[in-house]
């Protein structure tokens, strides 16, 4: 530079100043000046399917935001920025899982069947949406390992899962009037079977299954296991059972 500089001196002309080192923007100026991502809502969802995988997989407490932002091929940032926190983001996929069973209950169309077929129908849905929908049941499975503490923070999860006691609930008062349904029903007992029963192919697929040789889960006979939980539900909703309420004394 010195030798630039003189032979620019003499010829007659001023040496040009010396570069001055550009700034390196902050990280805020960065932020600031990012355009909103395109496609906001199919970037969401995408996070949230890959959450939901690696929630559903590993818990929450063990679950890595960058292995669901190699999953989206996205960063932990864009994350943040559609969700705010990992517990958001898990918060999220909970009430996105709970919300596609009730959508997909609403599709059942129950009003035109007798009581009886109506509450078949609902069992028979339940037991095939857990067998196609593992990753649901996973989920449920590790919110109750973690006593449900995330859930009681959402309002929005009770909410969501009203309309399934209101659509058992007229289903079974049709039946009462009918005189097929025995009176003492309570429609959150029949859900709880009804779920119970259902979860019980996925959650126990392995232990159940290695212990008495039986396949179970997706594998085997489903629709030989399915009737006999919706045999259950229907023969203990009959009305030749005795009160819930056990003998008088």
Do not use: C
Not at 54 to 77: K, L, P, Q, Y
Request: proline share 6%; net charge positive; charged share 25%.
């Amino acid at each position: 530079m010195r030798e630039i500089d003189k032979a620019v001196s003499f010829a007659g002309l001023d040496p040009a100043p010396p570069l001055k080192p550009v700034p390196t923007p902050r990280i805020a100026d960065r932020t600031l000046a990012m355009r909103k991502p395109k496609s906001p809502e199919a970037n969401r969802a995408r996070i949230l399917a890959a959450a939901k995988a690696e929630f559903a997989a590993r818990g929450f407490d063990a679950a890595s935001m960058d292995a669901i932002a190699g999953r989206t091929h996205t960063t932990r940032a864009m994350i943040n920025y559609y969700f705010g926190s990992k517990e958001k983001l898990y918060l999220a996929v909970l009430e996105r899982a709970y919300a596609e069973i009730r959508e997909a209950e609403e599709e059942l169309h129950l009003d035109h069947l007798p009581p009886l077929a109506a509450i078949r129908r609902i069992v028979e849905f339940t037991y095939d949406y857990y067998v196609s929908h593992e990753d649901f049941v996973r989920l449920v499975v590790s919110e109750n390992q973690g006593q449900g503490r995330h859930l009681k923070r959402s309002a929005a999860l009770r909410k969501l899962n009203r309309p399934i006691v209101d659509r058992l609930s007229a289903v079974i008062e049709r039946g009462r009037a009918a005189g097929v349904f025995r009176a003492d029903v309570d429609p959150l007992d029949v859900h709880m079977a009804i779920a119970a029963l259902g979860m019980f192919n996925v959650t126990n697929q392995y232990t159940f299954g290695t212990i008495f040789q039986r396949e179970m889960g997706a594998k085997g006979n489903v629709g030989r296991r399915r009737d006999v939980v919706a045999d259950i539900v229907t023969t203990w909703l009959g009305p030749a059972h005795g009160s819930l309420q056990g003998p008088p004394h």
